[in-house]
């Protein structure tokens, strides 16, 4: 918790090399919240700051308008230049309580270990420090590598998938959870540009077994880390679909000099009319978030309602107290008795607005958290 005014803040990392899609997942996380949350009035999802807003609407138009005019190139999401935070805020209407979601966002190719020895290198050990700080991991698996590559390029998938890297960090990860015995650890596979992997986005073959298992083979020593170094974090597997209109026409490796291999996957999509985006997995996603969140919140905001108790308890029996006839006389003369009891009602005050808090927080993460998952969603853990 940031501060006394029931603000509850969580960081959400997200480790994936370049043209992933960390920043297409980041940017469709608040349109599917809001969606989630049409129909309850009392909580919202909204952005926290303007350049988050502005990020977050850039964006949406870039993709839904090119969607719309069925284009759709690889290319299409300009690559990510400079680190930046987008932070959504989770809000129970009327209570002056929320949630904060800061998410980071960072060029994937600082991951692969772009950008030594300039200013970008002591940047990206501020995204590292973020990325082992934060509460949950997001993983994003490009799909169309694992299951589009060939056999003759198989070698070379572990160094297009950054394998190594998202280890390093994981490992940093996991540690420093494993101190913060208290606090949610959560790391989640999630595949993306599955949708022709999978028949419940519209692919005409279900290859959810196959995709799963790869990325289980690909990440077998990631797993084996965080299963070591955190026993006690959450392991999730979920395919999510960003888009879900589009579908794989061809994948060729092309010759790119700064590649592993010097090669390059290319993939080649068309666009399902109506052209509309279908996402698929991102409500699971959000509702893992707040599964995960809620005993965290619940213990934090009741230690919270504990203390201001003890204090409110504290302050009534010193502002009651008897301390001899002529002690009283003087206390309720110069007005100390008065500013005592001022006092113990303000802390009571304290008190019971904390436990009002304590339980609209509830409300509002156990209504999302008590949503149904769907069958994309696997337990690695
Ligand atoms: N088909 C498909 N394409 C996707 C999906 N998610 C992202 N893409 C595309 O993949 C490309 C890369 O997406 P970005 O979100 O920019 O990837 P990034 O990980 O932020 O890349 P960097 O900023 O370079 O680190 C873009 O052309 C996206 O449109 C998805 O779920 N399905
Ligand atoms: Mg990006």
Redesign the pocket.
Known sequence: MTDDRSVFEYKIG?L??????????I?SLLTEGQQLLARDSSVHLLTADRPTAHRLAAAYNL?SGALKARV?????????SDPSWFRLLLEARGQGLQIRFNIL?????WLEGAGEGTEDEQKWSECEAFLADSSVLIL?IDS?LLMDAGDDHAHLLAAHLSVFQINQAVLRWAKNRRELAGEPAMIVFCP????TYLSDSGGLQDQAGALRGKVVDQFSEVLKTVREAAPHAAIRYLP?????C?E?VSARWLHAEASPGSEILV?K?RVRPPGQIVRKGLDDLITLLCRQLVDTARTQSERTTATRQTVALHSRSYAEVREGFFRDLWLSFNGERDRRKRAADSDALLFTESQRTTQSLFDVLTALAARESGPRLHHLS
């Not at 994936?16 to 997942?25: D, E, I, N, W």
């Not at 759709?72 to 990510?80: D, E, R, Y």
């Not at 993306?192 to 949708?195: D, G, N, P, S």
């Open positions: 997200l994936a090399p370049s043209r992933v899609g960390k920043s297409t997942l940017a993709v759709f190139q690889p290319g299409l999401v300009p690559s990510t966002d960072y060029p994937g190719a994003p169309v993306v540009k599955c949708e999510i679909d960003t888009f879900g589009v794989l993939p999509y």
